[in-house]
């Protein structure tokens, strides 16, 4: 059974929750439009590729809206997930950015940590998470007034009050377009427009990041629990998503 037959499910209120999905990606378009002809686009998706990113993608695509697509390929993505990223880039309207580590930060930190010291402490974790992510974002966000995600309540508790437009930081608006899509949501879309996605999702990876930090799930177990499965955390994140207060917007009329 692969991943659509066994999570297709659309909530009674999904074609609501569509509407609604891309009213908010229309008026992201027009809100943060490139400021001169010919000039960059002030928002942009950030992909890793996964089942909510595909939808969010196959939207900006099929409704034709200015809005930047990029990927962050750490050097340590499985390689079903690079072979959907070279697919995606073949077939996408919107030209798709790849950002990766700086190669010198890198080989000196592997050099001194090993090649996997993310399994030593949460500390060499986060910090091959900074080198790996979190500075490849600030280069793909500079410029950028605003980005989206496929952030959902239902992935994680830390995720339980994401809102569609979040202000809380002073740098950029992220705008969380599925925040309120079931699992069973995301699947009906993508059996609906027949969207390409990871095969690591009919191997149960709910969740799918770089391959030494991400391992299948087992029935009963919560989406975010095959990432850094090791640590005795409450909240799994590698620093992308980790807000410094809740400014929360209602949902569009």
């Given at each position: 059974m692969n991943a659509i037959e066994l999570n297709a499910r659309a909530s009674s209120d999904f074609d609501a929750k569509l509407a609604q999905t891309t009213?908010?990606?229309?008026?992201?378009?027009?809100?943060?439009?490139?400021?001169?002809?010919?000039?960059?686009?002030?928002?942009?998706?950030?992909?890793?590729?996964?089942?909510?990113?595909?939808v969010i993608s196959h939207l900006i695509n099929t409704l034709q809206l200015d809005i930047g697509i990029f990927v962050l390929q750490t050097g340590r993505l499985h390689g079903e997930t690079l072979d959907l990223l070279a697919r995606f880039q073949a077939a996408s309207r919107v030209p798709v950015e790849v950002f990766t580590p700086a190669n010198e930060a890198v080989v000196q930190f592997v050099a001194r940590e090993g090649q996997?010291?993310?399994?030593?402490?949460?500390?060499?974790?986060?910090?091959?998470?900074?080198?790996?992510?979190?500075?490849?974002?600030?280069?793909?966000?500079?410029?950028?007034?605003?980005?989206?995600?496929?952030?959902?309540?239902?992935?994680?508790?830390?995720?339980?009050?994401?809102?569609?437009?979040?202000?809380?930081?002073?740098?950029?608006?992220?705008?969380?377009?599925?925040?309120?899509?079931?699992?069973?949501?995301?699947?009906?879309?993508?059996?609906?427009?027949?969207?390409?996605?990871?095969?690591?999702?009919?191997?149960?990876?709910?969740?799918?990041?770089?391959?030494?930090?991400?391992?299948?799930?087992?029935?009963?177990e919560d989406f975010r629990a095959g990432r850094w499965w090791w640590e005795d955390e409450a909240a799994k994140e590698c620093g992308l998503h980790v807000a410094a207060s809740k400014t929360l917007e209602k949902e569009p009329a």
């Open positions: 009213t908010l990606l229309q008026q992201a378009a027009r809100d943060y439009a490139p400021l001169t002809s010919g000039a960059r686009t002030r928002i942009s998706q950030a992909s890793s590729l996964g089942a909510e990113d595909v996997d010291p993310m399994y030593k402490s949460i500390a060499l974790r986060k910090a091959c998470c900074q080198i790996r992510k979190m500075e490849p974002l600030a280069r793909a966000l500079t410029g950028k007034d605003a980005w989206i995600t496929g952030l959902r309540r239902e992935q994680s508790g830390a995720r339980a009050e994401v809102p569609l437009i979040d202000r809380s930081d002073a740098a950029r608006v992220k705008i969380n377009p599925l925040a309120d899509w079931t699992w069973g949501d995301v699947w009906h879309f993508i059996a609906q427009q027949r969207i390409d996605y990871n095969p690591l999702h009919d191997q149960f990876y709910p969740s799918i990041g770089c391959a030494p930090c991400t391992r299948a799930v087992s029935a009963g």
